[in-house]
Nanobody, 115 residues
Framework: QVQLVESGGGLVQAGGSLRLSCALS????????MGWHRQAPGKQRELVAG???????NYADSVKGRFTISRDNGKNTVYLQMNSLKPEDTAVYYC?????????WGQGTQVTVSS
């Protein structure tokens, strides 16, 4: 069973930065499209950023220019660099891995941005 473990969440002031990491184990990382999603209280989970196996990226409009997704296939890890954080970025952040019909999720990491 594929495992995804996120880390790097925490409490930060508005305007600050955080870098989230998500390590994949028990499978071949390079074949997966990876994504970061978030869910704020009372809201639906939404895609924040994605990166496919070839390195192509896409972002939600709300984070373009502030967040950067990247992957290191040698370390089986995907990252989300978050700059210029806003209180509305507060949420639980989840990473996922997709390959064909298979999809796996991490347990989530809390990001709280204070004003």
């Amino acid at each position: 069973q594929v495992q995804l473990v996120e880390s790097g969440g925490g409490l930060v002031q508005a305007g600050g930065s955080l870098r989230l990491s998500c390590a994949l184990s028990r499978s071949i990382f390079s074949i997966y499209a990876m994504g970061w999603h978030r869910q704020a209280p009372g809201k639906q989970r939404e895609l924040v950023a994605g990166i496919d196996s070839g390195g192509a990226t896409n972002y939600a409009d709300s984070v373009k220019g502030r967040f950067t997704i990247s992957r290191d296939n040698g370390k089986n890890t995907v990252y989300l660099q978050m700059n210029s954080l806003k209180p509305e970025d507060t949420a639980v952040y989840y990473c996922n891995a997709v390959y064909n019909r298979y999809e796996f999720w991490g347990q989530g990491t809390q990001v709280t941005v204070s004003s």
